[in-house]
């Protein structure tokens, strides 16, 4: 087993997950970049550096998972950070379409399950999939930490306010996957509380990624920076969180 705490980032090929992987090398950790397409992640880990390693990882498909934890596990020995990043917004959008148009197709009366199903499929399944499988890797490493990576647009909270200013595109489709996956973050805390190791749910912010077509209005660099404090804080931090960047909580 290496000395060099090892960080696993979900979706690290591009976006928010690349920058949150640079930023994570930077600091010294050896930097597991999970890709679907493995070709995609050793570029991406070319970019960021020595220490870091592309990893076939679609959270969609369960023996990719496995295979993932098994090398992992052959090869580095340890887990001391899961950043489950990877995540995608819908699949069957138009070119040209706003996410108001959008969002007005996949109400809960018109929406299509499938659409529904795609999304929820690596947005929820694959992260209570994927934390499944490196859990007892997590479990053998002191201080150990897992973070999500949601949407403040999930927050129920937040979208029964009548003025918050995304309320209107609040649907089943990718809005309600990340309230799902806060749903897990607070499961999974619960569970492993008593074992010490934090997981917490963190908000990006509207990031200017391929997530939305580019139509977001902050930097990557900015929507990683949650993501990396939570995940470099020590072991007397809080677990079962939401927050954004500067350490703002978020309600449920």
Not at 41 to 56: F, I, N, R, S, W
Not at 179 to 188: I, Q, Y
Request: charged share 15%; glycine share 8%; no cysteine.
């Amino acid at each position: 087993m290496q000395d060099k705490p090892v960080a696993l980032v979900t979706g690290a090929n591009q976006g928010i997950g690349l920058q949150i992987a640079k930023v994570l090398a930077a600091h010294g950790l050896t930097v597991l970049v999970g890709s679907r397409n493995f070709e995609s992640g050793e570029v991406a880990a070319k970019e960021v550096g020595p220490d870091a390693y592309a990893l076939q990882l679609d959270v969609t498909n369960q023996a990719s998972i496995t295979t993932a934890a098994a090398r992992v596990r052959s090869e580095f020995g340890r887990l001391d950070v899961l950043i489950q990043n990877a995540a995608i917004s819908n699949t069957n959008k138009l070119p040209g379409q706003s996410v108001a148009e959008y969002a007005a197709m996949t109400r809960p009366s018109n929406v299509a399950l499938d659409e529904m199903r795609a999304v929820w499929e690596t947005n929820v399944f694959g992260v209570l999939a994927v934390y499944q499988a490196m859990l007892p890797l997590l479990r053998e490493t002191p201080n150990a930490r897992i973070v999500n990576v949601s949407s403040g647009v999930g927050s129920l909270t937040t979208n029964s306010d009548p003025n918050f200013h995304w309320r209107s595109i609040f649907g089943p489709v990718y809005p309600a996957s990340k309230t799902a996956l806060n749903a897990l973050t607070v499961a999974m805390a619960l569970e492993l509380e008593p074992e010490g190791i934090k997981v917490n749910a963190v908000s990006p912010g509207f990031t200017k990624t391929g997530l939305n077509g580019y139509a977001g209005t902050e930097t990557v660099e900015q929507g990683a920076a949650e993501a990396v404090r939570v995940a470099l804080l020590g072991p007397d931090s809080p677990t079962g969180t939401f927050t954004r960047w500067e350490n703002e909580t978020i309600p449920w």
